[in-house]
């Protein structure tokens, strides 16, 4: 971490240009906030016109002050923001929090933005903003914002970091916290980001060792390589990532535009990326806020089976179809287990999973603590929901909560508790235990936590790639079939047995020996797609049939004004399934990977995943899972399974390939015919554009 970052969140003392008495206006809250919260350093009101700001000296202007101060906060507006700036830059200033609107979320804007930060950060200056709420420390009390809700929700220091670029969105998650008793350390917004960007931010907060969770807020990913560097960072010390991404529709996108002056990142590569680097993106803020405390009680799940234990019979039956909808199977108890609960249990109870302790709970208020410990010793489960839908003064429920929690810290294994009654989830929040109203709720919070820790196993468990870049500058071109099929067989993905041929001769020659069964298809690097252009002859079986295609092909192509490199002769291949493998160059994340159902209606109902190298072949396992095509991939109504360890080596190789050749800003094999499983697949048709 930079000091200039490190010292924006603890700095020795603050400047706060344009300070007013007033606490409520945007120049008196960091003031206010400075004292209130327990800052131990400096703090420099500036304003010409008052000696004295909240009962401190006040001085006319930066030059005035007996030393630089480490941050500045400019509560100016427009071109007296961008004075203070550059008055900042001639102190020595560190860091300037610049609360002014009015620039990059405007037309026009952002080049003055990029001007005065290339100005400010010549001279050692980084800029936090414009149009930042502020940054807040409640460890140190260097709560240099303005935001009201740390009036509305007074702060406690605690385990949390909240980073983001809007300002509503560093303290809604904030003020929901700590209405639930969760403490926040860090809380910063950091508006435009014409300089210091939310990812760069985050870097430094990651390493904060009080913080056991980092929540992001994120309009815009100027910067990948630092987003994913936070996600290093955290992730070397056990630190998960939460983040919100919105903008995953057009008027989302254009929304964070207008508030940002954020350009919007292909929302699916975005999703890649965080995948990549194991950073759980969830889509709302009330997922991101039900998911805190589960990860603060420390559990490391090692798998999904859940086991559901209610008084209801109701509440088993939804939270099974709430798990089952998650693919959260349900564990399956052993005998000894079941056993054991006959033994405690009424006889019109259920044992299996879920196991429903009925309303017999009313009268023997121990049926609670007596299963749990039956239940603990069971190897099968890997998590745990109890629900409680009812119960009132006549259930013992401080001894169910204090019961619960001791059965958590014997297993060691996530539990959630489904407690709709305020009263009774009361109990249960204070045993220190994760609480929701519905089982829907705690079954979809179990699922997102276990899934996020598979995700940081396996950003963990990929070896460190170089840095990818977008793509490269310079004319695209395009490559024929013939020379794409030959990068792509160099770089070791197999392709269909074909040949280049430039007379009928040679396409004859080429039948004969490719099985006299072939296809014939154009060769142009002057075109990508030939079939709309009757340039696909399929099955040829004789050489009269073989010359006319290479007849037709080359008139077709002649009448175009196209280039006629030849036509290719290739082997009629068999296969199971034509899938898409492709790969481009985003212009801020660098290579991405796609693969999916292919064929001809590919753009029409497209099925497809994306992966961003580096990735192996479980990455692309788990990425064919999740296709809507999967069952068929696996097999079913008797077939056998097709060959995706064989596809999952090609892919791994086509990541390879634009890893290592800059020069390929995109691929696409349409199709990759899939075979049964141990016979391989085949790059039957390949478009590779090379920028030169």
């Known amino acids: 971490m930079s000091t200039g970052l490190r010292l924006a969140l603890d700095p020795r003392s603050v400047a706060v240009i344009g300070a007013s008495e007033n606490p409520d ?106 149009n930042a709420q502020g940054l807040a420390n409640f460890a140190t009390g260097a709560v240099a914002s303005f935001s009201s809700m740390y009036i509305e929700a007074p702060p406690e220091d605690g385990p949390v970091a909240i980073v983001s670029q809007s300002g509503a969105m560093s303290v809604v998650p904030y003020g929901l916290l700590r209405g639930q008793g969760i403490g926040i350390r860090h809380s910063h917004a950091t508006g435009n980001d014409c300089d210091v ?67 919007a990142n292909e929302d699916r590569v975005v999703g890649a990326f965080m995948e990549r680097h194991g950073i759980r993106r969830v889509r709302d803020t009330a997922e991101m806020v039900d998911a805190v405390a589960l990860y ?58 879920p196991v429903d302790i009925t309303a017999a709970l009313l009268t023997n208020s121990r049926l609670f603590s007596e299963i749990l410990p039956v239940i603990a010793r069971d190897p099968a489960a890997d998590a745990f929901l109890i629900g409680v839908p009812v119960a009132g003064a006549a259930y013992d429920v401080p001894v169910f909560a204090r019961d619960a929690a001791a059965f958590a810290g014997l297993t060691g294994k996530p539990l959630a508790i489904a407690a709709p009654q305020p009263a009774v989830a009361g109990h249960f929040k204070a045993a220190g235990l994760p609480v929701f109203t519905f089982e829907t709720q705690a079954v979809a919070a179990l699922d997102g936590f276990i899934r996020h820790h598979a995700l940081i196993a396996r950003a963990r468990r990929r070896a460190a790639s170089a840095a990818t870049p977008g793509p490269a500058a310079g004319e695209e071109t395009l490559l024929n079939e013939a020379d794409s099929l030959a990068c792509l067989a160099a770089a070791g993905i197999p392709v269909v047995p074909h040949r280049l041929c430039r007379t009928p001769d040679e396409a004859v020659a080429a039948w004969e020996d490719l099985g006299r069964r ?70 801020g994340f660098g290579p991405v990977v796609v693969l999916g159902d292919g064929g001809k209606y590919v753009e029409a109902i497209p099925d497809t995943a994306l992966l961003l190298p580096l990735f192996d072949a479980d990455d692309v396992c788990a990425a064919l899972g999740r296709l809507r095509i999967a069952p068929l991939l696996r097999g079913v109504r008797g077939e056998p399974p097709m060959d995706t360890a064989a596809l999952a080596a090609a892919v791994v190789a086509v990541g390879q390939l634009v890893l290592d050749d800059p020069a390929i800003s995109s691929l696409d094999i349409n199709p990759m015919l899939l075979s049964g499983a141990g016979e391989g697949c085949t790059a039957l048709d390949a478009v590779v554009i090379r920028t030169v």
């Open 197 to 263: 960007t939310a990812s760069e931010l985050a870097v430094a907060v990651a390493q904060d060792p009080g913080i056991r969770l980092l929540l992001l807020y994120l309009e815009s990913i100027p910067d990948p390589h630092h987003l994913a560097e936070a996600a290093r960072v955290a992730h070397a010390r056990g630190l998960p990532v939460i983040a919100l991404k919105p903008g995953r529709t057009e008027a989302g996108q254009a929304a964070a535009r207008s508030h940002t002056g954020a350009l």
């Open 25 to 130: 206006k945007i120049g008196g809250r960091p003031v206010d906030y400075l004292a209130r919260f327990g800052f131990r350093g400096r703090v420099f009101p500036i304003n010409p016109n008052r000696a004295l700001i909240q009962g401190l000296k006040s001085f006319p202007d930066l030059a005035a002050l007996p030393e630089p101060p480490d941050v500045a906060v400019i509560a100016v507006p427009g071109a007296a923001a961008v004075a203070a700036v550059e008055a900042c830059a001639q102190a020595g200033v560190k860091i300037a929090i610049m609360m002014a609107s009015g620039f990059g979320e405007t037309e026009g804007g952002k080049a003055q933005e990029r001007d005065m930060a290339a100005r400010a950060r010549a001279r050692g200056l980084r800029i936090v903003g414009p």
């Open 518 to 587: 072939v296809v014939v298809k154009g060769c142009s690097a002057d075109l990508a797609h030939k079939s709309e252009h009757g340039l696909v002859r399929l099955n040829l079986l004789d050489a009269s049939a073989v010359r006319g295609a290479f007849a037709d092909c080359r008139r077709i192509l002649g009448s175009g004004g196209l280039r006629f490199d030849g036509v290719l002769g290739a082997a009629m291949a068999r296969g199971r399934r034509e899938l898409l493998v492709g790969a481009h160059r985003d212009p």
């Open 296 to 353: 603060l009680k420390g559990w490391v799940p090692q798998g999904r089976r859940l086991v559901v234990i209610s008084n209801s019979g109701a509440t088993c039956v939804m939270a099974a179809d709430a798990a089952s909808d998650a693919g959260m199977p349900l564990a399956t108890l052993s005998a000894d287990t079941q056993a054991g609960l006959r033994a405690v249990l009424p006889s019109f109870a259920a044992t299996a999973n």
